[in-house]
């Protein structure tokens, strides 16, 4: 069992910035992926970025969705089970609900979400 509670979405105007928090608990084992969805009100639920963590062994690997590519930064906490999500200039079209999910075995785990809204 896994619970990810996300943090740092608001409000804020286009070319501002905003830090996204997903903290991991429970059974956190490595390797897992951990990332973040979006969805805007209307439209379907699209893919921002993702981070696979091997537990050290490796350097990891992250990806990234094309909208957000060269904007967004996504990271890992080096001592706890926690990612961000940088978001440089933000856009208004980046306004949605941000969700963190975890992955490991073939499990997936959901955030509630934390709504980001930028403004023009």
């Known amino acids: 069992q896994v619970q990810l509670v996300e943090s740092g979405g608001g409000l804020v105007q286009a070319g501002g910035s905003l830090r996204l928090s997903c903290a991991a608990s429970?059974?956190?084992?490595?390797?897992?992926?951990m990332g973040w969805y979006r969805q805007a009100p209307g439209k379907e639920r699209e893919f921002v970025a993702s981070?696979?963590?091997?537990?050290?062994?490796?350097?990891?690997?992250?990806n990234y969705a094309d909208p957000v590519k060269g904007r967004f930064t996504i990271s890992r906490d080096n001592y706890k089970d926690t990612v961000y999500l940088q978001m440089n200039s933000l856009k208004p079209e980046d306004t949605a609900v941000y969700s963190c999910?975890?992955?490991?075995?073939?499990?997936?785990?959901w955030g509630q979400g934390t709504q980001v809204t930028v403004s023009s």
């Open positions: 981070l696979r963590w091997s537990g050290g062994r490796s350097g990891g690997s992250t």
């Open positions: 429970g059974r956190t084992l490595s390797p897992y992926v």
């Open positions: 999910y975890f992955r490991r075995l073939g499990n997936d785990y």
